[in-house]
């Protein structure tokens, strides 16, 4: 019963800001860490963000270092994504995820459109 569902997607200009929210259930959300993914069009999907079950580390794709924030809340059970300063090439489906018991899963994703 892994539930993952994303909110905070919309369109936004250039240089704008969005925060993306994953409310997770059905696990012990504490337990594990989670990742942030992304599927632009035509595009293949992917990682965008890694953090650690604590919170205490966080990794990302390289075209989003200092410009996105992962975090989470492991008392709200929610997983987070700051972004700023963002550009056309951000836009894209936006997906939680979690992996588990040798298997990954998903939410049903977020569109963000950076557009003017």
């Known amino acids: 019963q892994v539930q993952l569902v994303e909110s905070g997607g919309g369109l936004v200009q250039p240089g704008g800001s969005l925060r993306l929210s994953c409310a997770a259930s059905g696990f012990t959300f504490s337990a594990y860490a989670m990742n942030w993914y992304r599927q632009g069009p035509g595009k293949e999907r992917e990682l965008v963000a890694v953090?650690?079950?604590?919170?205490?580390?966080?990794n990302y794709l390289d075209s989003v270092k200092g410009r996105f924030t992962i975090s989470r809340d492991n008392v709200k059970n929610t997983l987070y994504l700051q972004m700023n300063s963002l550009k056309a090439d951000d836009t894209a489906v936006y997906y939680c995820?979690?992996?588990?018991?040798?298997?990954?899963?998903w939410g049903q994703g977020t569109q963000v459109t950076v557009s003017s």
């Open positions: 953090i650690s079950s604590g919170g205490g580390f966080t």
């Open positions: 995820n979690v992996g588990m018991d040798f298997r990954h899963y």
